[in-house]
């Protein structure tokens, strides 16, 4: 008990870091992610839309093939406009997969519910050695 009235900052700083650790698991932030090869499944399994949600210049610079471009500054207004059917899988991509999240929450507000983002984004597709389309 001495040694935990002693130091108790150490033990305090023990919990917050673990709490931080866990914190994306805890909010949701660490689900609904798809690794490069999983989203290759589910686009040959069950026909998912890949949607770049980058500005124009980075989806010209590289998307994933057959990916429709829905930037995020237009996403709430277009996404109805380029994927009716809200029942089909998305996979919503970006540059680091940061933005894409946020886009995963916009979708599944709009009634997207089996949307998901790239984790990585288009960086760990490249990484995968997975095909890339420049337009």
Known sequence: ????????????LALVSGGLLAWPMVSGG???GL?????????????AVVV?????????????GGARSVPLS?????LPQVVKNKT?????????????RRAVAMARGLGYEKAQALTGGMAAWREANMPVEKA
């Open 1 to 12: 008990m001495n040694f935990i009235l002693q130091n108790w900052y150490l033990i305090l």
């Open 88 to 100: 089909v899988p998305l996979v919503l991509v970006c540059a680091s997969g940061l933005r894409a």
């Open 74 to 78: 237009q996403f709430k207004e277009r």
């Open 35 to 47: 690794s490069a090869s999983a989203a290759v499944q589910l686009i040959n399994r069950e026909k």
């Open 30 to 32: 660490g689900l609904g």
């Open 52 to 64: 770049d949600v980058c500005e124009a210049g980075e989806y010209a610079a590289g998307h994933i």
